[in-house]
């Protein structure tokens, strides 16, 4: 549905005032922009003076290259000099947002869901979209007997070095993602990343469901160092098939873990509200140090994938 707002131009036109009801998208962005540029070229008045432009909402907006791949920085120029901005495209907002601005977000796009099944040839590549980011030392990321592996790394570094990942090469906003797992080995750290700033799905800022022989984990990482927001206790089996569910909608995360052979619960396992609002998303595999090389495979997962979103947020970077 269209979401309504007011935009009300002050043109010193005849001493008139005028208001428009406008509507979400490219015709809210034209008839503003139309109506910003007439008073600001005068309107056959002369043009505004410095305090009367500060009375005008002004717009901005990517470019058609750039709202397809978005970020917080890659929006065109803050106009100046205006009493408010209206920012009009995909999230995340601009970064130099102020707090008298507005972000409308464009109209939601049609879900798209596709499901990866690893009916390939033993060591084969995983299939496109995804793509491998990191492959450690003693680690890999292949097909095995119609399911896709990952293994970690067996230097015994860190967790982090040791990590093995593998990216969903599709860009979205919110997701639901089912999928089976299988543990190979005894200790692996099977991770569903859901939200990250690195393609490399080692975030700085994002948000990681993590699966361990114990515990599943809903994990947040803000300028580089994690927070778990919700864990439950689990346990599971070596060789045995579970299924994990991840749903991330707008700023709130949930996941639920349960054995493939059983119905799926309907409470969560974890869930809880979010910060991060947009990211890459993927599978990583880990251990702890010292742990050696552990292994999962996946099969059977279907991701839907919302790249758009409809709403309005205010407030400096809109995080108010």
Do not use: C
Not at 12 to 27: F, H, M, N, Q
Not at 47 to 75: I, M, Q
Not at 109 to 125: C, I, Q, R
């Amino acid at each position: 549905m269209a979401f309504p707002f007011r935009v009300v131009v002050w043109e010193r036109i005849d001493d008139a005032v005028e208001s428009a009801v406008l509507t979400a998208g490219g015709k809210a962005r034209r008839a503003i922009q139309s109506m910003i540029d007439l008073a600001v070229q005068g309107g056959g008045g002369g043009g505004l003076s410095g305090a009367a432009k500060t009375e005008l909402v002004a717009v901005r907006h990517r470019s058609a290259a750039d709202e397809a791949a978005p970020t917080a920085d890659n929006w065109g120029p803050r106009p100046s000099g205006y009493g408010a901005v209206l920012a009009i495209g995909a999230r995340p907002a601009p970064a130099d947002a102020r707090a008298e601005d507005l972000h409308l977000l464009q109209p939601a796009a049609a879900p798209s869901t596709a499901t990866t099944t690893f009916s390939v040839a033993d060591g084969a590549a995983w299939p496109t979209p995804w793509v491998v980011e990191r492959v450690p030392a003693g680690g890999g990321a292949t097909v095995v007997s119609g399911m896709g592996r990952v293994t970690s790394g067996s230097a015994g570094g860190s967790a982090t070095a040791d990590t093995a990942a593998v990216r969903y090469g599709v860009a979205a906003v919110d997701s639901d993602v089912l999928l089976t797992w299988r543990p190979i080995t005894a200790d692996p750290v099977a991770a569903y990343v859901a939200r990250s700033d690195a393609a490399s799905l080692a975030p700085q800022a994002g948000v990681i469901v993590e699966v361990t022989a114990t515990a599943l984990r809903l994990v947040e990482y803000t300028a580089g160092t994690p927070a778990v927001l919700a864990s439950a206790p689990i346990t599971t089996g070596t060789g045995v098939d579970y299924r994990l569910r991840v749903t991330v909608s707008e700023q709130t995360a949930s996941a639920r873990v349960w054995p493939a052979a059983d119905p799926e619960p309907v409470d969560w396992g974890v869930t809880s509200a979010i910060q991060a609002t947009q990211g890459y998303q993927g599978l990583t595999v880990g251990s702890g140090a010292g742990a050696g090389a552990q292994t999962v495979a996946f099969d059977d997962i279907t991701i839907t994938s919302n790249a758009g979103g409809y709403g309005a947020a205010y407030g400096v970077a809109y995080g108010g």
